[in-house]
């Protein structure tokens, strides 16, 4: 694999987003939300809990919207991403970011590289601290949901059916 902006961690996170079969992208804050735009309407964010990286006006609010329910795409934003896993961890605030990310068909995450760490345990002695000081909680995501409780292995059957991590330079 061809090194992403020579961050090791962020290569490390892209491969294990390959091996889950989870689509990404690298882009810029500048070309974020021309990014954004190429997914399936109706979309749906949640606010970004960030102060220099914002959900761009282009796509509606959760709580300016009633069609959460029915969107095709729903947008959060990624507080940490853990390289090992290929997994980003969504918090509870704002709390519209929740049912966007799981009752839409694709959750798009938004990851700043910074913010990809390479292990669970460095995840956890960063998430400890900001979650006993702030409250709230933290949901750690895995590729797209998936059971098997059935037989065969059934992707997106509690939604959403596809992850996609738009990871920021």
């Known amino acids: 694999m061809a090194a992403i902006a020579g961050n090791a961690t962020v290569d490390r996170f ?3 987003l ?3 079969d989870v689509g990404w992208t690298l882009t810029t804050v500048d070309e974020l939300s021309g990014e954004l735009e190429r997914f399936s ?21 959760a709580s300016e919207s009633e069609d959460v329910k029915d969107a095709n795409t729903g947008v959060t934003a990624g507080v940490l ?13 704002p709390p519209e970011t929740e049912p966007v990310s799981l009752y839409a068909d694709t959750h798009v995450a938004v990851v700043r590289a910074e913010d990809v760490v390479a292990s669970m345990g460095e ?20 590729g797209p949901s998936a059971t098997a409780d059935m037989g065969a292995l ?10 996609h991590v738009v990871i920021v330079e």
């Open 123 to 142: 995840a956890f002695a960063e998430l400890g601290p900001r979650l006993r000081e702030a409250g709230g909680n933290a949901i750690i995501v895995t």
């Open 154 to 163: 059934v992707r997106g059957v509690h939604d959403p059916g596809d992850v």
């Open 81 to 93: 991403a853990i390289a090992e896993y290929g997994s980003v961890v969504i918090g509870s605030e």
């Open 14 to 16: 892209a491969a294990a």
């Open 41 to 61: 309407e109706p979309t749906v964010g949640a606010p970004f809990p960030f102060e220099d990286l914002s959900l761009p006006d282009s796509i509606p609010r």
């Open 18 to 20: 390959d091996d889950l």
